[in-house]
């Protein structure tokens, strides 16, 4: 049974930073896709970053490039997220997911798995 688990979530003045971590089991993230997404109130579920086969790829949103990093522990089996910079708009519940079917990896129906997901709140 797939499990993810996200922490590190928390209140941030703007260009603050936070750093967010999600602990898998039941799958391996080192040979697999993992992605991060975000939520704001009234907004639909957006991914923002995506690592692929143990971090040989990474992939971002336009809207957190150069300020986001996604990163993998092989040997925790954890993916993380370090947000620096971060915006008010940055303001969202943020989910860890795994298992991409395929198609646009932003869009949030194309993965399988997730986590209950981490507050991040930005304050200007």
């Known amino acids: 049974q797939v499990k993810l688990v996200e922490s590190g979530g928390g209140s941030v003045q703007a260009g603050g930073s936070l750093r967010l971590s999600c602990a898998v089991s039941?799958?391996?993230?080192?040979?697999?896709?993992i992605a991060w997404f975000r939520q704001a109130p009234g907004k639909e579920r957006e991914g923002v970053a995506r690592i692929v086969n143990g971090g040989g790829n990474t992939y971002y949103a336009d809207s957190v490039k150069g300020r986001f990093t996604i990163s993998q522990d092989n040997a925790k089996n954890t993916v993380s997220l370090q947000m620096n910079s971060l915006k008010p708009e940055d303001t969202a519940m943020y989910y860890c997911?795994?298992?991409?079917?395929?198609?646009?990896?932003?869009?949030?129906?194309?993965?399988?798995?997730w986590g209950q997901g981490t507050q991040v709140t930005v304050s200007s």
């Open positions: 997911a795994a298992y991409f079917f395929g198609g646009d990896w932003k869009r949030s129906g194309n993965f399988n798995y």
């Open positions: 039941g799958y391996r993230a080192s040979s697999g896709d």
